[in-house]
C-alpha cells in the first residue's frame, strides 16, 4: 500500500487522535466527589480538635489558694501553719514559724513534719499530737484551726457575694447572712467564776471566735513558795487543754492536782457563760 493511500492517512489520523485523548485524560486533576469528600472529612476532622482544646478550664482547676493562721504562743516559742488549698482541700500544709534552739530543734524537725502529714489526711485540726512535743503539738493546731477558719471565712465570703446580685429577695438573704458570719467571726471573752482552792484561787479567762475557744488563760492562780513552781507547769499545759478539747473534759495535770481541779471548775463555768 501507497504511503499517501487515503486508508492509511485516515488509520493514522485516528490513532493520533486516541493517544491526545489518553494524554489529556492522564493529566487531568482529580477533582471528583471522593476527592471532595476526602477534602471535607479533614476539614472536619480539624475543626472537631479545635473544638475538644481546653480554653483555659485547666488553669481555673489548678488554681491554688494559701492561708496562714494565727501565730500560737507556747511556752518554748511560737507556732504559726501555713495551708495551701485547691478545690476546698487541703493539698499542703507547712508550719513557718516553730520553736527552735537547743532541745527544741530536735523535738520541730521530729514533730513539724508529722503534724503537716496529719493535717493533710485529716483535712481538719482533729489531729493527734505528737509524743514527745506536746507544746509544739499543740500550738500547731491552734494555728491551723485559725488557717481553716480563714479559709472557710473566704470561700463563705465569696459565695454570699456572688448571691447578692441575683434580685431582691437575694439580695436581702445575702445581707443578713454576711452581718451574722460577720457578728461570730468576732472575738469575744468570757471570764469564769473563782475557784477557791486548798493553794489559792483560780480563774479562767476565755476568748472565743465563731463559737470554738481560741484562747484560754488563768487570770488567777495559786502563788507563792512551791505554787509557783507548780502553777508555771501546770497552767500553760491546762491552756493548751482547754483549746484542744473545747470543753472542760481535761485531764489534771500529775503534781497539780488542786489547782487542775481548780482550772476545770472555772473553766466549766466560762464555758456555760459563754454557752448562756
Not at 488549698?85 to 521530729?110: C, N
Not at 493527734?128 to 473566704?154: N, P, R
Request: aromatic share 2%; proline share 3%.
Amino acid at each position: 500500500m501507497r504511503k499517501s493511500h487515503p486508508i492509511r492517512r485516515a488509520v493514522l489520523a485516528g490513532a493520533a487522535t486516541v493517544s491526545g485523548i489518553v494524554l489529556l485524560l492522564s493529566l487531568k486533576p482529580a477533582s471528583g466527589p471522593a476527592s471532595a469528600q476526602a477534602a471535607g472529612g479533614v476539614a472536619a476532622q480539624q475543626t472537631a480538635a479545635a473544638q475538644e482544646a481546653p480554653q483555659g478550664g485547666s488553669g481555673q482547676q489548678t488554681g491554688a489558694q494559701s492561708v496562714t493562721g494565727e501565730v500560737a504562743k507556747t511556752q518554748y516559742g511560737d507556732v504559726q501553719v501555713r495551708l495551701t488549698l485547691s478545690g476546698g482541700k487541703i493539698t499542703k500544709a507547712e508550719a513557718v514559724q516553730a520553736p527552735k534552739g537547743g532541745l527544741s530543734d530536735q523535738k520541730t524537725a521530729m514533730s513539724v513534719p508529722k503534724l503537716n502529714q496529719e493535717a493533710v489526711a485529716a483535712q481538719s485540726a482533729q489531729i493527734d499530737a505528737v509524743s514527745g512535743a506536746t507544746y509544739t503539738s499543740g500550738g500547731y493546731k491552734q494555728s491551723l484551726q485559725s488557717a481553716i477558719d480563714k479559709a472557710k471565712a473566704a470561700s463563705g465570703g465569696s459565695s454570699s457575694g456572688s448571691a447578692a446580685g441575683n434580685g431582691s429577695a437575694g439580695g436581702k438573704a445575702s445581707a443578713g447572712g454576711s452581718g451574722s458570719s460577720g457578728s461570730s467571726a468576732q472575738a469575744r471573752t468570757v471570764l469564769g467564776n473563782v475557784a477557791q482552792t486548798q493553794y489559792g484561787n483560780v480563774q479562767v479567762r476565755l476568748t472565743l471566735s465563731g463559737g470554738k475557744i481560741t484562747k484560754a488563760e488563768a487570770v488567777q492562780a495559786p502563788k507563792g513558795g512551791l505554787s509557783d513552781q507548780k502553777t508555771a507547769m501546770s497552767v500553760p499545759k491546762l491552756n493548751q487543754e482547754a483549746v484542744s478539747a473545747q470543753s472542760a473534759n481535761i485531764d489534771a495535770v500529775s503534781g497539780a492536782t488542786y489547782t487542775s481541779a481548780g482550772y476545770k471548775q472555772s473553766l466549766q463555768s466560762a464555758l456555760d457563760k459563754a454557752g448562756g
